[in-house]
C-alpha cells in the first residue's frame, strides 16, 4: 500500500511537484485555497480535499507546504480550519516555501512549542521548468534523521538533495546563496550582452562562445527562458531574494558588495521595465 502524503499549495510551483509525487507511487492527499485547481489535479490522480484538517488526518506522515510566505504557513497550520484542527500527532511538516532564515526558524520553534508536529525545511530550486521535469535541487535542514527518512519523497521532485544541518533556517540561507550569485551573474550576461550588440555581433553566436569557453553559467546555457522573465514573475522573485541576501549581511555585518549592487542594478541590465515599488 503506497503511502499517503499531504500537499497544500498546487501553485505554479506545487501542482507539478505533486504530479511527479503521485507518478513515483504517493498517493497524494491535495489542498488549495484556489478551488479552480481541484479538476486539473484530480484528472492528475492526485487526491483533493476541502479542508486542511482533511489533509493532516489522512497524510501518514508528512505534508508538504507550498505556500507563499511565512503569513500563509501560519495560516496553513494555526488558523482556524488548520492542519492542527485534526490534533495531528507523530508527523513532519515539509516546508517548501522561500522565507528568510530567521523567520523560518521562528517558524520551527513555534511549531515544537505549540504542537505535536515536527517541521523540517525544504527549500528549492529550479523553477517551474525543474518542477515539471523533477528535475529540482531541494535543499533541506532540521532534524537528519527525518529528513533522511523522507529521501524517497525529495528523489520524486528532484534530482539532488543537500543536507545543511538542524536549524531549519539554515536550507533558506542556502537558497539565498544560491539565489545571490544567480543575479550576480545574470547581471555580468546580461550586461556583456550588450556590450555585443552595440558592436552588433550575432548574439547567439556569443553565447555559443561563452557556453564553450570561461564564462559559460547555467545562465547562459538558459539565456533564451532567462531574457524572457518579467518583471511580475520569475524577476521580482529574484529581487525579493536578492534583498533578503541583502538585509542578512546587514544584520550580521557580511559585506557583499556585488549583491547590493546586482539588486540595484538587476532590471538595468536586463531592460525590463522595473516593478513598483512596495
Known sequence: MSKKIGFAGLGTMGFPMAVNLKKAGFEVIGY?????VYEKAEAAGITMVDS????????????ISMV???AQNVDLIFGEGGLLSAEPKNKTIIVMSTLDPETMNELGKKVEAESDLTLISAAVSGGASGAQAGTLSIMTSGSEEIVKSFQPYFDAIGLN???YGEEPGNSQVAKLVNNMILGINMNAVAEGLKLGNHYNLPQEELLNLLKVSTGDSWVVRNWSDVSEW???TALAVLLKDLKAAYNEGL???VSMPFNALSSTQLFNSMEKEKPEAK
Open 32 to 36: 488549495d485555497a484556489y478551488k479552480g
Open 52 to 63: 486542511l484538517k482533511e489533509v493532516a488526518l489522512q497524510a501518514d506522515e508528512a505534508i
Open 68 to 70: 507563499r510566505d511565512y
Open 161 to 163: 538533495t543537500f543536507f
Open 230 to 232: 518579467t518583471a511580475d
Open 251 to 253: 544584520n550580521h555585518n
